[in-house]
T-cell receptor, first 111, second 112 residues
Framework: GQQLNQSPQSMFIQEGEDVSMNCTSS?????WLWYKQDPGEGPVLLIA?????ELTSNGRLTAQFGITRKDSFLNISASIPSDVGIYFC???????????FGKGTRLSVIA | SAVISQKPSRDICQRGTSLTIQCQVD?????MFWYRQQPGQSLTLIAT?????????ESGFVIDKFPISRPNLTFSTLTVSNMSPEDSSIYLC?????????FGPGTRLTVL
């Protein structure tokens, strides 16, 4: 089946640094989503991207939908301790088809 | 966005028993999905809960083990049957909307 390659698997950064993570797919998607999951919680939707080339921001978060429709990145600027968690990319092709998830990026922020 | 609640939030169960997890959405949605997230892993789709028809299961998941109900457009249940310790996971329901797919808070299941 479809697979998403998400990297890096984990990151340790200093508070205030910028963070970048990305996902690539073997096939195209029409929508890319980025989620954050805190321990013991369900994933929370951060950003949704609907068009190839789209660049969208949500506060300190910026994500882009790759022009080939096979990749996306998420940037976090000026990281803070509450950014700690696992970030997942996910994609789907059409509205009612299930998501395909990346394996996640575990972010640790050192104060 | 959609607000999704799940019950129970967590449970500890004995081997061989069954647990039914409820998922409630605050608006009508066409599709609902059930996922499993094993410790330290990403989310794996179990099945699509279809209103008015049988659920559609992914490879590796069967109806006898994970029966699903979808009585209306806002509610679904997932039963984990004849549990074993390998079923210890977080179980999540989700619903896609025009703005993206939203998840419930999850049910953390521990099987002893």
């Amino acid at each position: 089946g479809q697979q998403l390659n998400q990297s890096p698997q984990s990151m340790f950064i200093q508070e205030g640094e910028d963070v970048s993570m990305n996902c690539t797919s073997s096939s195209i998607f029409n929508t890319w989503l980025w989620y954050k999951q805190d321990p013991g919680e369900g994933p929370v939707l951060l950003i949704a991207l609907y068009k190839a080339g789209e660049l969208t921001s949500n506060g300190r978060l910026t994500a882009q939908f790759g022009i080939t429709r096979k990749d996306s990145f998420l940037n976090i600027s000026a990281s803070i301790p509450s950014d700690v968690g696992i970030y997942f990319c996910a994609g789907f092709y059409s509205g009612n088809t299930p998501l395909v998830f990346g394996k996640g990026t575990r972010l640790s922020v050192i104060a | 966005s959609a607000v999704i609640s799940q019950k129970p939030s967590r449970d500890i169960c004995q081997r061989g028993t069954s647990l039914t997890i409820q998922c409630q959405v605050d608006s009508q949605v066409t599709m609902m999905f059930w996922y499993r997230q094993q410790p330290g892993q990403s989310l794996t789709l179990i099945a699509t809960a279809n209103q008015g028809s049988e659920a559609t299961y992914e490879s590796g998941f069967v109806i006898d083990k994970f029966p699903i109900s979808r009585p209306n457009l806002t509610f679904s249940t997932l039963t984990v049957s004849n549990m074993s310790p390998e079923d210890s996971s977080i179980y999540l329901c989700s619903a896609p909307t025009g703005f993206g797919e939203f998840f419930g808070p999850g049910t953390r299941l521990t099987v002893l």
